[in-house]
């Protein structure tokens, strides 16, 4: 195993809550990735998808770095900023590199979210959406699972009062 | 996939009692869902299973914050319902998306871990019901691990190794991103990892390539049905090895591609709408990830 801090297997318990609610949680990773970053762009340097793709990689570090971070002040960016934020994967590699108590999967999560004009501001990325996304996960359990198996499976006690027909 | 029974419920005792979440695109696969089912059975694990947009974790709706926050509130209350000390996760999503966000944003009376991770817990019992041989030299497709904490190529390494008759090859590519959907996104990255795939692949003297995730096994399926290579889940050869066999129905679908309806046959285009059939499904059968240049 490669990693010594865990033993194989074991079961990790969620720590409480350190906000109320999803936007408010990602107000707070903004502020703190606002306050921890130093633009240094180790990030960027190591990111998997940056390197596949020469003409990204090409462009300065540092400057795609303080392109993200201006998406986050929802200012408008630079083009290698926005690309990059459009080809993140969620490798995580960034995050092994950081050398800040920051997390540049989330800085970039959080960069995308807002470009597509989520927690205010003004869209500068179009969202790739499937609109039939959930009609296909239902028509998939349609087509294999048993009646009783949706039903006990993919209709939350919850939902049984305006279940869906 | 060889024939075989599922298995008969309540011959194991029961040892354990977890909630076995599904996520949403797995249910495409529905040999790979009965599979795990049966493995946690015959583990003596009782699984509350759950799955699908009710227990969604909102990860795909990036796009749209508000959605995204309340399925994520919805899914932790009803996680919290189930009333199960301990969730297992098939879905890399899913569980990043628990650990970074939902867990940290409402009450979740519960841990959290990978199916993978459950398999290796129990890795000795689970050998002894690995019995069958599955004569296959493999390579893993690997990407980057979804959570630094979960060691996930080197936990299949190990699964797969209790497997007899599977030789495991270790080749030095790693995908970007950390399962394919990303780069189903992108045709020309995805088309550039899937030749690296199957170059190392063939370089290595591999009989099949191994997914981790439904999600690349969606995607890499379609190397199969074309010929380039044989793509299995890891489930699907632990399933052969124990004995019970399902029909890998989505790769029959992704083999007849947009002449898939005869397979889904008149009821079950019925069921689900013809118009969803035409616009939706035929369309993600017919796609393929990789066109080799002559």
Known sequence: M??????????????????????????????????????????????????????????????????????????????????????????????????????????????????????????????REDPDFFNKVHAFARLQLTGEEREQWTVAPASRLGKRP | MDGGARLAPGKTPVSEAITFWLGCNVLRHGDIVHACVDILRALGVDAKVVGGPDYCCG??????????????????????????????????????????????????????????????????????????????????????????RVPINAILAELLALIPGVTVLQGSYRAPGYMCSPLAAMPPLMERMCGRTVAQARSLGADALVTIYHQCHRELVGLDVDGHLPVHNYVQLMARSMGIGYADEYRAWKAAGSGAKPLLGEARIAAVGEALVDRALLPEFARRPWTPKR
């Not at chain 1, 934020?85 to 959080?110: I, Y």
């Not at chain 2, 890795?123 to 030299?137: C, G, N, S, Y």
């Open chain 1, 2 to 127: 490669s990693d010594p801090d865990r033993r194989a297997g074991e079961a990790r318990p969620l720590d409480p809550p350190v906000a109320d609610g999803v936007e408010e949680l990602f107000l707070l990773e903004r502020e703190r990735i606002l306050s921890g970053c130093t633009q240094c762009g180790r990030c960027f340097e190591v990111c998997p998808m940056v390197q596949d793709e020469p003409a990204l990689a090409a462009a300065d570090a540092k400057s795609a770095v303080q392109g993200v971070l201006e998406i986050l002040h929802a200012r408008r960016a630079s083009p290698e900023a926005l690309a990059w934020v459009a080809r993140c994967a969620k490798s995580g590699v960034c995050d092994e590199h950081c050398p800040e108590p920051v997390s540049p999967k989330m800085m970039l999560r959080l960069a995308r979210i807002m470009a597509y004009g989520g927690l205010g501001g003004t869209a500068q990325l179009g969202a």
């Open chain 2, 59 to 148: 990860s795909v709706k990036d796009a749209n914050l508000a959605t995204e926050a309340g399925m994520a509130k919805r899914t932790a209350q009803n996680m919290a319902a189930a009333g199960r000390a301990r969730v297992v996760a098939w879905c890399p999503s899913c569980h990043a998306q628990m650990n970074e966000v939902i867990s940290r944003a409402h009450q979740t009376p519960f841990s959290i871990g990978h199916f993978a991770e459950l398999l290796l817990e129990r890795r000795a019992e689970l050998a002894k019901l690995l019995a069958r041989e599955v004569p296959l030299r493999v390579m893993l497709h690997e990407h980057h691990a979804y959570d630094r």
